[in-house]
């Protein structure tokens, strides 16, 4: 069975600096790889996503993913974070075949102004 | 902006209470799911359904039930709560691809406490 560790379960930064969140799982297929983030009083949504190709993946609010096959991992990064990224975040994999998406324990971020 | 609504968004109730969490969606999506989720936990699959009469137990076990006899409602029911059913609860939906394409689709979670 799959499984997803996000390693840091509490983040505190401040407003400019450098963010990168750790996801690692365990499954020796193809997958495809989801950040999914959920702001206070939110529902989830869906981040960013790694299908194939490019293993560095960008998406919404200027947030990106680097895919490192060799590491089982799926870091999430952003190089300025602001006031209004405090939220939860959750890493989710699903392989190839499957029909359910399995996810991390979260990591929640909180960025003081 | 996602059209996945459940409710109650929050309750509490007795042990012993039947309960069922709503959950529709508008979005004429075949697949949905009902994820728990405890504090600080993974979110765990609880049950999914790929369309009208098909349901489906997730990867943890749950003594609860759902139906799907409607395309857009998936309730999900407690016959007898009890304070380890304490949680949140997260339904979601997806479309054409599923969970492949990643494109899920939450709703803002019922929280229940049994007391």
């Known amino acids: 069975a799959q499984s997803v560790s996000q390693h840091n379960h509490h983040v505190i930064l401040s407003e400019a600096a450098s963010l990168e969140l750790g996801c690692n799982y365990s499954?020796?297929?193809?997958?495809?790889l989801f950040w999914y983030v959920q702001y206070p009083g939110q529902h989830l949504q869906l981040l960013l996503k790694y299908f194939s190709g490019d293993p560095l993946v960008k998406g919404i609010k200027g947030f990106e993913a680097e895919f490192i096959k060799s590491k089982f991992s799926f870091n999430l990064r952003k190089p300025s974070v602001q006031w209004s990224d405090t939220a939860e975040y959750f890493c989710a994999v699903n392989n190839n075949a499957g029909n359910m998406l399995t996810f991390g324990g979260g990591t929640r971020l909180m960025v003081k102004p | 902006e996602a059209d996945i609504y459940q409710t109650p968004r929050y309750l509490v109730i007795g042990t012993g209470k039947k309960i069922t969490l709503e959950c529709s969606q508008t979005m004429g999506h075949d697949k949905m799911y009902w994820y728990q989720q405890d504090p600080g936990m993974e979110l765990h699959l609880i049950h999914y359904s790929y369309g009208v009469n098909s349901t489906e137990k997730g990867d943890l076990s749950s003594e609860s039930t759902v139906s799907r006899i409607r395309t857009e409602h998936f309730p999900l029911t407690l016959e007898s709560a009890r304070p380890s059913h304490t949680s949140q609860y997260l339904c979601a939906s997806s479309g054409v691809g599923g969970p492949s394409t990643g494109e899920l689709f939450f709703g803002e979670g019922s929280r229940l406490t049994v007391l």
């Open positions: 499954y020796g297929g193809t997958v495809n």
